[in-house]
């Protein structure tokens, strides 16, 4: 088993800038990929970001490359999502999410096998 916990979501105006942590504990090996998804009102989970659990490789979705940075510190099994030159259209419940032995490359949500409780972040136009 595997628990996460997210936090660090808010109320941003457009332009702005959050910080998402996910704090993970439990069954964590080398092969374990970890990745952000969001999810709003009235749509379908969708992925925002992946990366190994080496931290060396990660994966963007297109609406947030070049805006958002996903990165892990290793010694807190802690993983990040830096949100700058945030939208409206970026608003949701943002969850973390772990899989064994998935490449970094999936974006599917039903390929993930351990999810946080969600956090919420509301960008203001």
């Known amino acids: 088993q595997v628990q996460l916990v997210e936090s660090g979501g808010g109320l941003v105006q457009a332009g702005g800038s959050l910080r998402l942590s996910c704090a993970a504990s439990?069954?964590?090996?080398?092969?374990?990929?970890m990745a952000w998804f969001r999810q709003a009102p009235g749509k379908e989970r969708e992925f925002v970001a992946a990366?190994?659990?080496?931290?060396?490789?990660?994966n963007y979705a297109d609406s947030v490359k070049g805006r958002f940075t996903i990165s892990r510190d290793s010694a807190k099994n802690t993983m990040y999502l830096q949100m700058n030159s945030l939208k409206p259209e970026d608003t949701a419940v943002y969850y973390c999410?772990?899989?064994?032995?998935?490449?970094?490359?999936?974006?599917?949500?039903?390929?993930?096998?351990?999810w946080g409780q969600g956090t919420q972040v509301t960008v203001s136009s």
């Open positions: 439990g069954r964590l090996f080398i092969f374990t990929i």
């Open positions: 990366i190994t659990w080496s931290g060396d490789i990660t």
């Open positions: 999410a772990v899989a064994y032995g998935i490449g970094v490359q999936e974006q599917r949500a039903a390929r993930y096998d351990f």
